[in-house]
């Protein structure tokens, strides 16, 4: 249980906080960071923030061709499609959507049910092709086919059925829109996101999951919880698998421009006596919960994937945990899929954030990835 004398001890930081920042980041090129500090250089010659952040970028990726329009296929029409397809439509991030599934008949009528609801939802347009044509250029193509996973199972037992589904179908649909950004939902998602890379050979902005972006909102979600803030005042995220060796970021955790490492050193890791580590347990057990108690996760990874649409159409540069190559970062020389911090834009990756991590962190990631790359070693290309 948190105690009490933290508990104050953060309410009164809020109100009187002094802390100094020391901000370090590894060298790294960039036109994306060039071009910004040229903007600026006039005004903040000696900017020590400015200079920190010309460094902090891992990559900018090449330019961007990117398809028009606001289509977005949904391959697979479960519980995870649907959650994905109401979610777009409802948030108004797209009226333009195609569902494809093998269960043709399921399929159509989950079409219809959403068409018959088109009068609330913008006058929406579903393609009604019952083959994988009717994926044609989309701009987005989300991938959620897969096994369903039982109560108490690991994703990494659904790694060899689930490889399966996505080598039969990804080259397929990359035929079908060679421009769009594939987000992969397909459990284990880091593995089959890399699975994906490799037999499509899509570049790899345009290749990603969504990771451990609903793991950072169920993060945030549990602190907020605790401190009785609204879950937006929480800052942090969580990095590398999306699964049971996810790495809380606890060094950068915030809340309203306190950082809570500054109250305790030690919070989240295991010198922590107050029981905060509790908190990144209940984000590793939140889908097993669900799943256990209904036989599926369907709303919270729906509006995830919602979001990552959103920021692409946006054009909007937001930084999102997303799962990419994390080859070259935090010590990981293998080409491993993992959650960074990720400038997403119209393009989908634009650019990695280098993440600074105390030592505990580097090596829960270092053991993350090493997880990974075990699961990856046992799939056939």
Known sequence: MMTNRFTHGLYNTFIKHESGNNIRHSHAKSKLTRRFASSCSSRCKDDKLLNAFRNCLYKRLKEQDVQSGNKVSIVGAGAVGTGCAMALLCKGVTNNIAIYDLRKEFCSAERQDLLQGSLFLNNCKIDNRTTIECTKNSRVVVVTAGVRSKANESRQNLVHRSAEIIKQIAPELVKQSPKAVFIIVTNPVDVMTWVTRKITNLPFERCLSTGCHLDTARFRMFIAKILRVSTS????????????????????????????????????????????????????????????????????????????????????????????????????????FLSLPCIVNQGGIYGIIRPHLSDWEKEKFKKSAEVVLNIQNTVKI
């Open 233 to 336: 005042s929480v800052h942090g995220m969580v990095l590398g698998e999306h699964g049971d060796t996810s790495v809380p970021i606890w060094s950068s955790v915030s809340v309203g421009g306190t950082l809570l490492k500054d109250l305790l050193p030690n919070i989240g890791t295991d010198q922590d006596s107050n029981g905060w580590s509790n908190v990144h347990k209940d984000v590793v057990n939140a889908a097993y919960k669900v799943i256990a108690g209904k036989g599926y996760t369907n709303w919270a990874v729906g509006l995830t994937i919602c979001d990552v649409v959103s920021a692409i159409f946006e054009n909007s540069n937001r930084i999102l945990t997303l799962s990419t190559s994390a080859k070259g970062m935090c010590g990981v020389k293998d080409d491993v």
